[in-house]
């Protein structure tokens, strides 16, 4: 069974603390979420640069766009085994998704940044990813899981290389933000394979081609 290892991003300098490990505490409940979710951020800084102001946006849009099909594949999972045994726990993951959402809906409405054109596509897509996973079981559902939360992960671990490459420190709340959610990703992952993925009937074949979806839409949520 193969966990991701969390590493621990530091900045350079004074900033060196800036970044803690996400989510811990306040997870008492099925319906809880990181205390850290109430805080706000100011996370793109103002900027006069062109270049630098189209990178932000995509990284936004696709984002917005990640977090928007993750909701409708737990909404189509729900729909499927909402009144069954697993319904809390698909409940704890769209509960985090919901907040990931929401934030970035905040943002992309204070920065006048168009979402992807793509989304009634993502809409349709995603909870029929979801329905159909759900229909081989619990397993087929957290299978789905797995796949979708580590190319999520995987996407937002390079957005946080490239912003630590540029400037750290003029990113702080940007990086302190998707390190977030990015461990809830990889804990839903995680989760996943707790709950039994890898024993659904071709779950590497199954792997493969939904995260071959997910790297696709990635690619076009950042262009269109």
């Known amino acids: 069974m193969q ?5 621990q991003l530091m900045l350079r300098g004074s900033q060196q603390t800036i970044l803690p490990t996400a989510g811990q505490p306040c997870r008492n409940s099925i319906s809880a979420v990181p ?11 103002p900027t006069n640069d062109e270049e630098e102001k189209a990178m932000l946006h995509r990284m936004m849009r696709v984002d917005h766009a990640g977090e928007y099909g993750a909701n409708r594949i737990y909404a189509g999972q729900m729909a499927v085994l909402g009144c069954t045994q697993t319904r809390p726990l698909i409940q704890e993951m769209w509960d985090q998704e919901k907040q990931h959402l929401s934030k970035f809906n905040e943002i992309l409405g204070d920065n006048r940044i168009r979402p992807t054109l793509l989304l009634p596509l993502w809409n349709i897509a995603g909870f029929a990813l979801g329905a159909g996973s759900a229909l081989l079981g619990k397993e087929g559902a957290m299978a789905c899981t797995v796949a979708v939360e580590e ?42 394979l707790e709950h039994d993925a890898e ?21 076009v949520s950042q262009r269109v």
């Open 3 to 7: 966990r991701f290892v969390r590493p």
């Open 151 to 192: 190319s999520i992960s995987e996407h937002y671990n390079s957005q946080i290389r490239t912003l630590m490459e540029k400037d750290p420190e003029k990113y702080t709340e940007l990086l302190q933000m998707i390190k977030e959610f990015r461990d809830d990703e990889m804990e839903h992952h995680d989760t996943g």
């Open 199 to 219: 024993s659904v009937p071709g779950y590497q074949l199954m792997k493969a081609i939904i995260q071959a979806g997910c790297k696709a839409a990635i690619y």
């Open 35 to 45: 205390c850290v979710r109430g805080r706000g951020y100011s996370v793109l800084p």
